[in-house]
């Protein structure tokens, strides 16, 4: 399972189920390819997009 987010030249991707997911972070503008994961030297923008990818699911989806 997988999933992600963008905003702007931002994007937040990830891997494997609620018990464990793996978040990678990206800005696109400058790695197009996604090889660079900024994750860790950008962790309060990972955040952010983390809590807006819950709160969308949460309103797509409320029953799980």
Same mark, same amino acid.
């Given at each position: 399972?997988?999933?992600?987010?963008?905003?702007?030249?931002?994007?937040?991707?990830?891997? =494997?189920?609620?018990?464990?997911?793996?978040?990678? %972070?990206?800005? %696109?503008? =400058?790695? =197009?390819?996604?090889?660079?994961? %900024? $994750?860790?030297?950008?962790p309060q923008r990972?955040?952010?997009?983390k809590q807006e990818?819950?709160?969308?699911? $949460?309103?797509?989806?409320?029953?799980?």
């Amino acid at each position: 399972k997988g999933g992600a987010i963008r905003k702007g030249d931002w994007k937040a991707v990830f891997w =494997g189920g609620k018990e464990r997911r793996i978040w990678e %972070l990206y800005e %696109l503008s =400058g790695d =197009g390819n996604e090889m660079s994961d %900024l $994750a860790t030297k950008e962790p309060q923008r990972l955040d952010s997009l983390k809590q807006e990818w819950s709160a969308w699911y $949460a309103e797509v989806f409320p029953q799980y």
